[in-house]
């Protein structure tokens, strides 16, 4: 097959999981906006109208668990077009709503159905196709879609409640989903095999001849050793560390170091537009140190151990935000940093130890652990941890000390797998 023939449907492949990872980040970007109009409109409390993102989030990690396995079976285009009917329904019947239990049960559904179809799809469909030296830089240009729905949605999502309200923007943003979800839908492509072709980055030796023979690992199995679980691990104490950051720092601004809202949420929006360029740059320095290393697991565990490293050093520029604007500023720049490496470096690491064709369950069910858990107790702990203390300072120390945790988790990954196969058998894994 023409090598141009075989870029094209690789790029293919990144540029559905761009207008994925897009819509999906979409949802979070845009709830923390809509969250106030929704509120006051309504006459629900803030906490209430939280509970209906928090019942969406859990889901999301349970369609995610399914997601996978619709991914190892029939490929992402029947995730995509499920995520891309339930996505725009998450948006458009919520607007339509009218009593306090219906938003709850119609978001929870539907856009957790619809949002729990996209983070799996997309991370591992990227996986299948770009392996070695070219996983991390072509994730990081399909994540590339989250800062930029951080950026383009929230604040679009703003100015149109200048002159509507929160239903019609609503309406809006679910038109958007849904023509991005069905264009993700029409470029997804199946595994790199059915084109009789072989994934990117594979080295020399396995590229030139025949395609290794992947041993393929039940979900019982790959569970059975530490490497999932010191991934899932390493993973969660992250997710709990950034997902308080996420819902706190605006208000950590606001509260603590006595900056006006519309300053706070500007200082907040930096992380997305540094994410943009800080997607594919760090992907670049991932995959160099796969290169440097030459062994793909040993790389991706050194990025995973340098993506806390650097989340600990933005917590601690944060707290010193009330000293000077400017740490706030460079704390916003390293939490771009963070954000470009922790999420596809751990799927990455996960694909390097148990091989692409097994990845998508395994994959699945590790999301479904980490998103049931991380979203909900890092947002609770920066919550209660105010308003016990009237500060968020020890919000910071929290999510500083979760990063801490991460690393050392990180710091004790494997950097290998062993099937439980019986000897004599040499598989490739």
């Known amino acids: ?13 990144v540029a559905a999981s761009w207008l994925a990872v897009f819509c999906l980040f979409g949802y979070r970007a845009t709830f923390s906006v809509l ?6 409109s309504m006459g629900w409390s803030v906490a209430q109208t939280s509970l209906g993102y928090s019942l969406m989030m859990s889901v999301y990690a349970i369609t995610a668990f399914f997601s996978g396995m619709i ?3 029939w490929g992402t285009r029947p995730a995509y077009l499920i995520g891309s009917v339930f996505a725009a329904l998450g948006f458009y019947i919520t607007s339509m709503t009218e009593t306090y239990f219906q938003y709850l049960a119609v978001y929870a559904i539907f856009a957790g159905i619809g949002t729990g179809m996209l983070w799996v799809s997309s991370t591992v469909s990227v996986r299948k196709w770009y392996v070695g030296k070219y996983y991390a830089k072509m994730w990081g240009i399909a994540f590339m879609g989250a800062p930029v729905a951080q950026v383009i949605l929230s604040l679009g999502v703003k100015k149109v409640l200048l002159t509507m309200d929160w239903r019609q923007a609503m309406q809006l943003l679910a038109v958007v989903v849904l023509i991005a979800l069905i264009c993700a839908a029409l470029l997804a492509k199946k595994n790199p095999e059915a084109y009789n072709v072989k994934p ?11 395609a290794p023979m992947e041993y393929t690992w039940s979900i019982k199995e790959a569970f059975g050793k530490y490497a999932i679980w010191g991934a899932i691990l390493a993973f969660l104490t992250s997710m709990v560390a950034e997902f308080l950051i996420w819902t706190q720092v605006v208000m950590f601004w606001v509260n ?6 519309n300053s706070a949420t500007n200082l907040y929006v930096t992380i997305g537009f540094v994410g943009i360029f800080s997607m594919p740059l760090m992907g670049i320095v991932a995959d160099r140190m796969v290169q440097k290393l030459q062994n793909e697991v040993k790389g991706r565990k050194v990025m995973l151990i340098f993506a806390p490293a650097v989340g600990i050093i933005a917590c601690v520029l944060l707290m010193m935000t009330k000293t000077s604007l400017v740490f706030g500023v460079l704390a916003c720049v390293l939490f771009a940093v963070y954000w470009a490496i922790e999420p596809g470096g751990v799927a990455g690491y996960a694909g390097a130890i148990y091989g692409r064709m097994s990845l998508g369950k395994i994959w699945g069910l590790a999301t479904l652990i980490v998103m049931g858990i991380g979203p909900a107790v890092g947002s609770f702990m920066g919550g209660y941890l105010f308003d016990i203390s009237g500060s968020y300072f020890y919000s910071i120390v929290f999510a500083l000390s979760s990063f801490v945790l991460s690393m050392i988790i990180a710091s ?8 439980d196969i019986p000897s004599g058998k040499d598989l490739e894994v």
């Not at 020399?204 to 001849?209: E, H, I, Q």
């Open 1 to 13: 097959m023409d090598n141009n023939y075989e870029k094209k449907l690789g790029y293919m492949v």
């Open 35 to 40: 969250l106030g109009p929704m509120s006051e």
């Open 71 to 73: 991914i190892d079976r």
């Open 200 to 210: 990117f980055g594979l080295s020399p030796s396995s590229a030139g001849g025949a």
């Open 256 to 261: 603590d170091v006595k900056l006006a809202l």
């Open 412 to 419: 004790s990954l494997p950097l290998k797998a062993v099937p």
